[in-house]
């Protein structure tokens, strides 16, 4: 399906105006056409004119495009008549090709460094008011702390083991899987290369899941009414799902309740494939992002004109701030169809959200962390298991960018050690505090140990960076492994109601592309406007084991 969105004429070089990185059309532009329109939305280019793009680019292997080649690329186009836009955009992607390397490797004299392609210049002109780009300010330590880590009582030793992702499959920058590199390669050092605790669920026959990593047990369909089928109304309200673990009774165990937003996401799998920007109904070549061995799972439930990404689980962790429109309280949710973690609002077009819900008992201490600072730079989190360094980056880079850093940090051996890496994705989660938040707490979601370095974010506020992980957020498409995962510490922005709003919460895991220019996306992406975050920081991670060994 093509889509028609309202473009800008600009003038421009050939290049940028004919590939434009516009993104497709965000899903609410999408969703806003009936189906009486669609027949109109297939016209945006010809049938001759999708034959001919892929007819151009059948002489090519996508996997070893030249500047030349590109260069040859974009004149056929302009020759064929092929307009540029979105429709543009997704021909390429349907033909095997990625259309922002075509655009990068294809811009006159181009100036790219050869550790990395991150296409910046060469952008059109804008005709519209856009943020200045965050600004970097001095590194900021907050010298008490203003809301206690964790409640409750210490954690013990080894606690909070994190789960691994189960990612297993490698990803260029541009998003085409390929072999895992060699140290001497600049994105080395991906998720798939370093193996943690790895998953080790069991099936209890009774309806629970045992977690042997964890400790915990789960509850193993969030069929709540029992009526053999998962769908809108096995939904709950936050308050709902609250009160019904109180006198939920499962395999002859009581204690069940809500889990805390750290244990759901113990669940979530990497393997899985996030569906968004699909507009089928046939969800069957998809992988969710938990493990359907020993969990029952079903996306959002079409039939009641819900998306197949409606797939948001609750969690019992509140943000201690609010977000845009969230009808007065925000809740963190997994959303095991697109593997993010969001700040839902409880209200949602005056109605009182609904969420899948899966009960956990067992023990209550996972998830809180026992910071150690080392007084060296350094500070260990004994209920992980876990070594950080207690400074960020101080800059934002690109992912690919971000690999590198880590591995020019382990050659200069840096605070004393040579095998840091980029956290994965619930690593990095597990550093996150959501009992503070910048407008809480004046500080970033993570212990006062750590320094984390301020930003101007999108609406001009002082606020704090978002952190590269090294997991690959897998989509559907053709050419998969486009985005990397990352956390936000700061506010998670979004652009509604014509203003730079947090609309997902400090403490949001979000993914964006790995390369390329967050200016393209001037108002964000997507129905809620997420501003594009290309260029994170990064928070190195070791194993703590280790240490005797230094």
Same mark, same amino acid.
């Given at each position: 399906?093509?889509?028609?969105?309202?473009?800008?004429?600009?003038?421009?070089?050939?290049?940028?105006?004919?590939?434009?990185?516009?993104?497709?059309?965000?899903?609410?532009?999408?969703?806003?056409?009936?189906?009486?329109?669609?027949?109109?939305?297939?016209?945006?280019?010809?049938?001759?004119?999708?034959?001919?793009?892929?007819?151009?680019?059948?002489?090519?292997?996508?996997?070893?495009?030249?500047?030349?080649?590109?260069?040859?690329?974009?004149?056929?186009?302009?020759?064929?008549?092929?307009?540029?836009?979105?429709?543009?955009?997704?021909?390429?992607?349907?033909?095997?090709?990625?259309?922002?390397?075509?655009?990068?490797?294809?811009?006159?004299?181009?100036?790219?460094?050869?550790?990395?392609?991150?296409?910046?210049?060469?952008?059109?002109?804008?005709?519209?008011?856009?943020?200045?780009?965050?600004?970097?300010?001095?590194?900021?330590?907050?010298?008490?702390?203003?809301?206690?880590?964790?409640?409750?009582?210490?954690?013990?030793?080894?606690?909070?083991?994190?789960?691994?992702?189960?990612?297993?499959?490698?990803?260029?920058?541009?998003?085409?899987?390929?072999?895992?590199?060699?140290?001497?390669?600049?994105?080395?050092?991906?998720?798939?290369?370093?193996?943690?605790?790895?998953?080790?669920?069991?099936?209890?026959?009774?309806?629970?899941?045992?977690?042997?990593?964890?400790?915990?047990?789960?509850?193993?369909?969030?069929?709540?009414?029992?009526?053999?089928?998962?769908?809108?109304?096995?939904?709950?309200?936050?308050?709902?799902?609250?009160?019904?673990?109180?006198?939920?009774?499962?395999?002859?165990?009581?204690?069940?309740?809500?889990?805390?937003?750290?244990?759901?996401?113990?669940?979530?799998?990497?393997?899985?494939?996030?569906?968004?920007?699909?507009?089928?109904?046939?969800?069957?070549?998809?992988?969710?992002?938990?493990?359907?061995?020993?969990?029952?799972?079903?996306?959002?439930?079409?039939?009641?004109?819900?998306?197949?990404?409606?797939?948001?689980? @609750?969690? %019992?962790? !509140?943000?201690?701030?609010? +977000?845009?429109?969230?009808?007065?309280?925000? /809740?963190?949710?997994?959303? #095991?169809?697109?593997?993010?973690?969001?700040?839902?609002?409880?209200?949602?077009?005056?109605?009182?959200?609904?969420?899948?819900?899966?009960?956990?008992?067992?023990?209550?201490?996972?998830?809180?962390?026992?910071?150690?600072?080392?007084?060296?730079?350094?500070?260990?989190?004994?209920?992980?298991?876990?070594?950080?360094?207690?400074?960020?980056?101080?800059?934002?880079?690109?992912?690919?960018?971000?690999?590198?850093?880590?591995?020019?940090?382990?050659?200069?051996?840096?605070?004393?050690?040579?095998?840091?890496?980029?956290?994965?994705?619930?690593?990095?989660?597990?550093?996150?505090?959501?009992?503070?938040?910048?407008?809480?707490?004046?500080?970033? @979601?993570? %212990?006062? !140990?750590?320094?984390?370095? +301020?930003?101007?974010?999108?609406?001009?506020? /002082?606020?704090?960076?978002? #952190?590269?992980?090294?997991?690959?957020?897998?989509?559907?498409?053709?050419?998969?492994?486009?985005?990397?995962?990352?956390?936000?510490?700061?506010?998670?922005?979004?652009?509604?109601?014509?203003?730079?709003?947090?609309?997902?919460?400090?403490?949001?895991?979000?993914?964006?592309?790995?390369?390329?220019?967050?200016?393209?996306?001037?108002?964000?992406?997507?129905?809620?406007?997420?501003?594009?975050?290309?260029?994170?920081?990064?928070?190195?991670?070791?194993?703590?084991?280790?240490?005797?060994?230094?």
């Amino acid at each position: 399906m093509k889509h028609i969105c309202k473009l800008l004429i600009i003038p421009c070089t050939l290049t940028a105006a004919l590939i434009s990185t516009i993104a497709p059309c965000p899903a609410f532009v999408r969703n806003s056409f009936p189906d009486t329109n669609r027949q109109l939305i297939q016209q945006s280019l010809s049938e001759d004119q999708i034959a001919s793009i892929h007819n151009i680019l059948q002489a090519y292997d996508s996997s070893s495009l030249t500047s030349d080649d590109a260069q040859k690329i974009v004149k056929a186009f302009m020759k064929n008549g092929i307009p540029a836009g979105p429709s543009l955009h997704d021909a390429i992607i349907q033909a095997g090709f990625d259309p922002r390397k075509i655009r990068t490797l294809a811009q006159p004299n181009p100036t790219r460094s050869q550790r990395s392609l991150n296409p910046t210049s060469s952008l059109p002109a804008r005709r519209f008011p856009v943020p200045p780009p965050p600004k970097q300010l001095p590194p900021y330590t907050e010298p008490d702390p203003v809301i206690p880590n964790t409640t409750g009582p210490p954690p013990e030793s080894g606690s909070y083991p994190i789960v691994d992702t189960g990612q297993e499959r490698c990803y260029d920058s541009f998003g085409n899987k390929i072999s895992c590199p060699t140290e001497e390669n600049l994105i080395y050092g991906q998720d798939a290369q370093h193996n943690g605790n790895m998953p080790n669920l069991i099936n209890n026959g009774d309806g629970t899941v045992s977690d042997s990593v964890t400790g915990l047990m789960w509850q193993q369909s969030p069929d709540t009414d029992n009526d053999g089928d998962i769908d809108t109304t096995d939904k709950m309200t936050f308050q709902e799902a609250v009160a019904h673990a109180k006198n939920y009774s499962l395999a002859g165990y009581n204690d069940w309740r809500l889990p805390s937003i750290k244990e759901l996401y113990s669940l979530i799998d990497f393997h899985g494939t996030d569906p968004s920007g699909y507009q089928g109904l046939d969800d069957s070549a998809f992988i969710p992002f938990i493990n359907t061995n020993h969990f029952d799972f079903a996306y959002g439930d079409t039939n009641s004109n819900e998306r197949l990404i409606d797939a948001q689980f @609750a969690s %019992s962790t !509140l943000y201690v701030a609010n +977000t845009g429109n969230d009808g007065g309280q925000t /809740l963190f949710g997994v959303n #095991f169809a697109d593997g993010r973690i969001k700040g839902y609002g409880l209200s949602l077009f005056d109605r009182d959200k609904t969420f899948y819900v899966l009960y956990v008992r067992g023990k209550t201490s996972y998830g809180f962390n026992n910071f150690h600072d080392q007084n060296d730079g350094t500070i260990i989190d004994s209920a992980s298991n876990l070594m950080w360094s207690k400074g960020d980056s101080g800059r934002g880079m690109n992912w690919e960018e971000s690999l590198d850093w880590v591995q020019e940090k382990n050659n200069g051996k840096h605070l004393g050690y040579n095998d840091w890496r980029l956290p994965n994705a619930k690593e990095l989660q597990g550093l996150v505090d959501y009992s503070r938040s910048p407008a809480t707490s004046n500080s970033a @979601a993570i %212990s006062h !140990l750590f320094e984390t370095t +301020t930003i101007t974010n999108e609406a001009g506020q /002082l606020d704090f960076p978002s #952190f590269w992980s090294s997991t690959t957020h897998a989509n559907w498409t053709a050419i998969p492994g486009r985005n990397g995962v990352y956390v936000s510490f700061g506010r998670a922005m979004g652009y509604m109601h014509g203003r730079w709003l947090d609309v997902h919460g400090a403490g949001a895991q979000r993914s964006d592309p790995k390369i390329g220019d967050p200016a393209q996306w001037p108002y964000g992406h997507g129905p809620q406007g997420d501003a594009i975050r290309i260029n994170n920081y990064i928070r190195l991670v070791r194993d703590a084991y280790q240490i005797a060994e230094n």
